[in-house]
């Protein structure tokens, strides 16, 4: 059994910005691929960012997001972040964190709202 746990979710102005967290087991976090996606009713799940779990730590980033978003992890904590600035209306959503190698795994999903 995998658990991911997030937190950080809220609701922000236009212009500002917040972090999301997403905590793994050990093993996940050494072994999978971790991403985050975001959901908004009547849509599929689309790919927010993704970071590698190798020692380079690559990431990969939605067009809509790249130099707004920035995914990290802290290998000390076992936690993948998602710092996101300068949030716009449009990414109003639920943000789901994935982990993924022979299995995928979501997390309970957490809401963005961004509005004035």
């Known amino acids: 059994q995998v658990q991911l746990v997030e937190l950080g979710g809220g609701l922000v102005q236009p212009g500002g910005s917040l972090r999301l967290s997403c905590e793994a087991p050990?093993?996940?976090?050494?072994?999978?691929?971790m991403a985050w996606y975001r959901q908004t009713p009547g849509k599929q799940r689309e790919l927010v960012a993704s970071i590698s779990s190798g020692s380079g730590a690559d990431t990969n980033y939605a067009a809509s997001v790249r130099g707004r978003f920035t995914i990290s992890r802290d290998n000390a904590k076992n936690t993948m972040y998602l710092q996101m600035n300068s949030l716009k209306p449009e990414d109003t959503a639920v943000y789901y964190c994935?982990?993924?190698?022979?299995?995928?795994?979501w997390g309970q999903g957490i809401q963005v709202t961004v509005s004035s």
């Open positions: 050990e093993i996940v976090f050494r072994l999978y691929i």
């Open positions: 994935q982990a993924m190698w022979t299995q995928i795994h």
